[in-house]
């Protein structure tokens, strides 16, 4: 046995001597190969941000191993079937996308109808074929107040024969302003020319909620200023989708009205508080986005939303075409988890809207001030308030019971969601990404089948139903196959 024993302790020693001199051969290797390479330290070499992506980027693999099983996903397997990620393509020969500028123009559509009785009527909102008969118009004249006869004897409105779901003697009030808490509803009157329309997003992966938003207010809206970064708000690099599907053609029905900003660079201080990151996006945004417009009015209407909020066009418009509403604008929006199907109770009712004007001297033309309630102790407030000549009392497109747009929160297919966990900015806790467990595929598909959260909890969420008013934006409904994800839980056959 003492022999045996011996003889096990000679081996192990010969291993051992075996392996020291291998790597005593491989340090020596590379103690040479790196003096040769203008005589680098190993440990600067070690230490230099390309070898330590390429050292993350190993680790990220090891951590996706295990995606054959359905747990996780490599942090690029999001883009692929996206864009292809080998291939950058060039800026077109008339400029870089994210140094143009963009020339704001009057919108000279005719929005009304002037008829020979003096009516002037929202085209839309008013039932058209009543014109064709006299004595329908001269109804609608007879019922105005005799009082109001008397009183406005000079400046007599003849009202319009209004569609279902618009409102006011000119029937361009929609329902959603009309229920609206706008103190002055009664007195607005139309525009003899239209605002211009300014709607700036953030975009990161909502690609198919980005289409419904440009199908939704495509009309409407004069320019969209859509900011693309090339890090997440986690600090991440990450691929510009955006930009390379705006080149190859996606998004041709609304390229001319897109201004493309790029943000090359992350914050300082994002990484340990990811609410400096968050709010530098939307500062970023406004302040390139409105720099590089041309012909501004003091009066055009700034709108600045996040990718999954959806304002609906009927509000939008309103605010277009008629003068007498105060400002800051909110909008109520129908709130839905991981897809339409979820519908959760009450609205989200975030301030989103004012006027050029109120932007650069009540919020030093900066996004993330606007998105906040505190516009009353800025300084730049009362003196702005005073140069209107009218008290400015906030208010809010639509109601808790009438929604003005739609707000869907993780509403992507399970990929997507992971993606949106490990993005997601340092100071939002709890971070769920930061769970491991939180990030499997398996983990992420019964949430959606349930409607659950992260934290566990399951909420009873009213019945829902895509024939329902206000469900979801109309594109994606008259493209219902293609966004079926959204419209219906895929994981579930049951009925909500």
């Not at 020291?20 to 070499?45: F, K, P, T, W």
């Not at 295990?66 to 942090?75: A, R, V």
């Not at 329902?468 to 056959?493: G, Q, S, V």
Request: glycine letters at 8%; hydrophobic letters at 35%.
């Amino acid at each position: 046995m003492g022999r045996s024993h011996l003889s096990v302790r000679r081996r192990i020693r010969r291993y051992k001597v075996l392996l020291l001199c291998l790597l005593g051969i491989c340090i020596i290797s590379l103690l040479h190969y790196y003096r040769a390479l203008h005589n680098i330290s190993l440990l600067q070499e070690l230490l230099s941000p390309s070898t330590l992506k390429m050292f993350i980027d190993i680790f990220w693999n090891f951590l996706a191993a295990d995606f054959g099983s359905k747990q996780e996903l490599h942090k690029d397997s999001l883009w692929k079937g996206i864009v292809d990620l080998s291939v950058i393509l060039p800026d077109p020969p008339d400029g870089k996308l994210h140094e143009r500028t963009f020339v704001l123009h009057d919108d000279l559509t005719p929005f009304f109808i002037h008829t020979k009785s003096g009516a002037v009527c929202f085209r839309e909102g008013t039932n058209v074929a009543a014109f064709t008969s006299h004595r329908r118009l001269q109804q609608h004249h007879n019922e105005i107040n005799p009082k109001d006869k008397a009183i406005n004897a000079d400046k007599m409105v003849v009202r319009c024969p209004c569609r279902q779901g618009w409102h006011g003697p000119h029937c361009g009030i929609p329902t959603i302003v009309y229920h609206s808490n706008l103190p002055s509803k009664s007195k607005v009157i139309p525009r003899k020319v239209p605002r211009r329309v300014i709607n700036a997003i953030n975009i990161n992966h909502e690609f198919d909620l980005l289409h419904a938003r440009f199908h939704e207010l495509g009309d409407v809206v004069d320019v969209f200023l859509v900011c693309e970064s090339n890090f997440t708000a986690y600090g991440d690099s990450k691929p510009l989708v955006f930009r390379q599907q705006i080149l190859n053609g996606m998004f041709d029905y609304i390229k001319h009205k897109i201004l493309y900003i790029f943000l090359d660079h992350f914050p300082d201080g994002g990484h340990a508080d990811g609410w400096i990151a968050d709010d530098y996006l939307r500062t970023y945004l406004t302040k390139n986005g409105m720099s590089r417009l041309e012909g501004l009015k003091k009066d055009d209407v700034f709108i600045i939303d996040d990718a999954d909020e959806i304002p609906a066009r009927d509000g939008i418009l309103f605010l277009k075409l008629y003068d007498g509403w105060t400002e800051p604008v909110g909008i109520h929006m129908r709130k839905s988890l991981y897809g339409f199907y979820w519908r959760q109770f009450g609205t989200l009712n975030v301030l989103s809207a004012c006027t050029a004007a109120m932007l650069f001297k009540v919020y030093n033309g900066d996004g993330i001030l606007l998105r906040r309630r505190s516009y009353y102790s800025m300084s730049g407030f009362r003196e702005y308030e005073n140069s209107t000549g009218r008290i400015l009392v906030p208010w809010a497109i639509g109601s808790p019971v009438h929604y003005a747009g739609w707000h869907c929160s993780w509403c992507f297919k399970p990929d997507g969601i992971y993606y949106k966990l490990i993005s997601a900015q340092n100071g939002d806790f709890p971070r769920w990404g930061d769970y491991s467990e939180k990030r499997k595929m398996s983990y992420i598909i019964e949430l959606i089948r349930t409607g659950g959260w992260f934290d566990g909890s399951i909420s009873d969420y009213p019945p829902s139903d895509p024939r329902e008013h206000m469900f979801a934006p109309k594109y994606l409904l008259d493209n219902y196959e293609k966004y079926r994800y959204l419209l219906e839980n895929p994981y579930t056959k049951a009925k909500h």
